[in-house]
């Protein structure tokens, strides 16, 4: 019986005391409590910023959007630009922020005014991106479908909806990241083929245990060739730690391996601010009692290679190989001594993330980054 009375008791006491309990009572202040009876004066409350103002502009043709804010009270500013199932998240101090789009449609832009993190006011806009010709900004640089004394003997337009069986898929982040200490998983689903282009997307996302995604495709046992004029027109990814590239490896590198079945890189480009973004790299490499590579480079006067398409060529014989972009020539090697450079050589296309030569992404890069890909020809 005075277990009951002493437990009675102390379940009044606590009735009394909630129904007592002390605290902000406002709901617009910072430490509101909702179980607080009666107001005890703690309230305090955050001077949020306010008067978000932004102009967006978007240039024609261009996927360019570029965001300019202003407020008071603002200690920076966040863009959040989606794209599709993708997003950006852009921190400036001066309120301005731009991203490129590369295929047409509305997207969705959130602007915000922060005082911290987490202590934001935030208005969402939309912007409509347009391209003249099937959702992408065709202008830039291209070639003829014929040159004399050339027969045009293989060719991908990348007019279907998926590739052609010519090419194949490669998964994963291969052995040492490629070799090079790259930092992407490769997957198929990097991979679209729309509207005459083929796509290929590198992400910033959690896969397969790597923080990158990206695709690489290759024609090995299905398409080769030796000696010719290859024109590839494409528009590269930009920034910091992206690596496109567009090459070839000897056929027989199954049975020799690398460097001995030789390798032409027919355009790479390290991403980065500057020089790198404009810059286009053609190389080649094989064994000579060990690793041996030579090779060659051009640079825009002014822009990125990103801001439209340009083609690159070689024009390979049995005696050099010569390296163009946008039909300047600015490399040459004699391989009239190096056998590798005289076998069956097969296409691969690919966009890595990090590695040895460019280094790693940073603060800086925006991602996804696409190259786009209009066409490889090769005539003999």
């Keep these: 019986m005075k277990r009951n009375i002493f437990l009675f008791c102390l379940l009044l006491l606590t009735t009394l005391f909630i129904k007592c309990e002390k605290g902000c009572t406002d709901p617009n202040a910072e430490n509101y409590n909702p179980d607080a009876k009666k107001d005890n004066g703690s309230c305090y409350y955050i001077d949020l910023p306010s008067n978000l103002n932004y102009t967006i502009t978007n240039a024609a043709n261009s996927g360019l959007v570029e965001v300019a804010a202003t407020a008071a009270n603002e200690n920076f500013f966040t863009f959040v630009f989606l794209d599709g199932t993708d997003s950006t998240i ?3 101090v001066d309120g301005q922020a731009s991203y490129s789009y590369f295929t047409s449609g509305t997207y ?3 602007i915000r005014a922060n005082l911290s993190t987490s202590q934001f006011i935030e208005v969402i806009d939309s912007v409509s991106v347009s391209f003249n010709s099937g959702g992408v900004n065709n202008t830039g640089y291209t070639t003829p479908l014929n040159y004399p004394n050339y027969t045009l003997t293989w060719q991908d337009e990348f007019n279907g909806t998926s590739l052609s069986s010519d090419w194949i898929h490669e998964i994963g982040n291969g052995s040492w990241g490629w070799g090079n200490n790259e930092l992407q998983y490769y997957r198929q689903q990097n991979t679209t083929v ?4 083929l796509t290929i997307r590198a992400k910033q996302e959690n896969y397969g245990g790597f923080n ?3 695709s690489r495709i290759k024609t090995q046992g299905n398409i080769f ?4 004029r290859i024109d590839i027109r494409a ?3 930009y920034g910091q730690g992206l690596w496109p590239a567009l090459w070839m490896l000897g056929e027989n590198f199954s049975s020799t391996g690398w460097p001995s079945c030789g390798e032409i890189d027919i355009m ?3 991403g980065g601010n500057g020089w790198n973004d404009r810059t286009v790299h053609g190389t080649v490499h094989w064994e000579d009692n060990g690793h041996a590579s030579y090779g060659g480079h051009n640079t825009l006067s002014s822009g990125k290679l990103a801001d439209e398409f340009h083609v690159f060529s070689i024009i390979w014989s049995p005696g050099s190989i010569k390296w163009l972009r946008d039909d300047i020539q600015y490399h040459i090697i004699d391989i009239n001594n190096l056998s590798a450079f005289h076998n069956n050589f097969f296409f691969i296309f690919n966009v890595a993330v990090g590695g040895n030569w460019p280094g790693s992404p940073d603060g800086s890069t925006i991602f996804p980054q696409t190259m786009i890909v209009d066409y490889v020809r090769v005539f003999q």
Excluded: D, F, R, V
């Design 90 to 92: 852009i921190t400036s």
């Design 108 to 110: 969705a832009i959130k």
């Design 194 to 197: 729309e509207n005459g282009y």
């Design 212 to 214: 990158y995604t990206s």
């Design 225 to 228: 060739h030796t000696y010719g």
């Design 235 to 237: 528009k590269l990814p």
């Design 268 to 270: 790479e480009m390290i």
